[in-house]
Structures are given as structure tokens and as C-alpha cells.
């Protein structure tokens, strides 16, 4: 089962929130001690990437007018100077085709994108940054990574690639299975 903020049940048994205080109570502490210790590892991965999420989502729109998705697209273009279509934007954004939509719109407004027929495939558009895009995007990245490197300062260097190390750890043993649960899940298809 995916674990959603819906799905976990209440903490009741008086172990986790009861002492915290308002500002610290996030999805970990609806986690109890005898919930299975993945679980409440996945809790806490979860809990400390949705609070660096929504300051970074506080700081963009304070600082830049801008949103995160609109960052993230940017993000994208600047690592593809000659563009990316849209489908592309779309699958490394992991959202879908209308948000892209949405996202490019606006940028163009703004001229900080432009689109363009594909000279490959006329039928799809590849969106880049402009100069002006460049410029801000790269404004933006500055003080994004000055943001990041305040929010993990109480990590020393050391305990930073300690968790390096384990997260990828982990995301190649999680590849290695969902690749096999994915093999095993076409070949039941096709039988």
C-alpha cells in the first residue's frame, strides 16, 4: 500500500505527538512505535522533503514571484540548451502534458520561453529558455542552493554523504525490484 497522508491512521497510542510542539506535528507523527520501522522510516524521509519542499515553494514566491513547478521546468531547460520538447518536459517533470501546457504559457508570456516547431517531427514543440530566462533561472539557482545548503547545515559534511550513500543505496535496490515487479508484471500480461 502507498502511504498518503489519507491513509495513515491517527496516532492514539500516546507515543510521537503528544509532546511536540504545533509547529513540528508533520505526517511522521502520525506514526507510532508500533508501526513497522519502514513505515516510519518512509514517514520521516517523507516529513523532511515536504518542509524543505514548502520553504524552498515560500522562498521562490517571496523573493522571485515564481512557483516551484515553474523553477523545476527552468531547471530542465538549462540542462538542454537546445530545448526539450514538451512530451519530454512533461515525463522529466513527471507531470502531465497539460500542466507543461499551463507552466510554458505563462513563461512565454513572461519571454522567458519560446517554442518552437521540432525540425524532426513538425507535429511536436521544443521549448528553451531565452536569454532573459537564462538570466533569471540562473539568479533563481544561486540563491536556491544557498537555501538548500542553510536549510542541511545541521548535517556535518560527514553525516551528509553518510545519507548519500544509503538514499542510494536504497534507490538501486528500489530499482533493481520495481524493475523485476515490472518484468514479472508484463510477461503475466502478455500470457
Known amino acids: 500500500m502507498i502511504t498518503t497522508s489519507s ?11 503528544a509532546a511536540l510542539p504545533m509547529d513540528a506535528l508533520d505526517l511522521e507523527t502520525r506514526a507510532t512505535l ?3 520501522q519502514a513505515l516510519r522510516l518512509w514517514l520521516r524521509m ?35 540548451p537546445a530545448g526539450l520538447r514538451m512530451n519530454e518536459l512533461s515525463q522529466r517533470l513527471m507531470v502531465s502534458g497539460g500542466n507543461v501546457t499551463g507552466i510554458t504559457d505563462q513563461l512565454e508570456r513572461e519571454h522567458l520561453v519560446t517554442r518552437t516547431l521540432d525540425p524532426q517531427d513538425r507535429r511536436a514543440l521544443t521549448v528553451r529558455l531565452t536569454a532573459l530566462g537564462l ?9 536556491n542552493e544557498q537555501w538548500t545548503i542553510e ?9 551528509k554523504q553518510a545519507m548519500m550513500e544509503l538514499l542510494s543505496k536504497l534507490k538501486s535496490s528500489f530499482n533493481a525490484k520495481t524493475g523485476r515487479i515490472a518484468v514479472e508484471t508484463s510477461s503475466r500480461r502478455s500470457r
Open 7 to 17: 491513509t495513515i491512521r491517527p496516532n492514539t497510542t500516546g507515543h510521537g505527538s
Open 34 to 36: 508500533d508501526d513497522h
Open 46 to 80: 517523507l516529513s523532511c522533503t515536504v518542509r524543505i519542499q514548502n520553504e524552498i515553494r515560500v522562498r521562490l514566491r517571496r523573493e522571485f514571484s515564481t512557483t516551484l513547478p515553474r523553477f523545476d521546468l527552468m531547471a530542465q531547460l538549462e540542462r538542454h
Open 135 to 143: 538570466k533569471r533561472f540562473r539568479e533563481m539557482a544561486a540563491e
Open 151 to 159: 536549510m542541511l547545515e545541521g548535517l556535518e559534511r560527514e553525516e
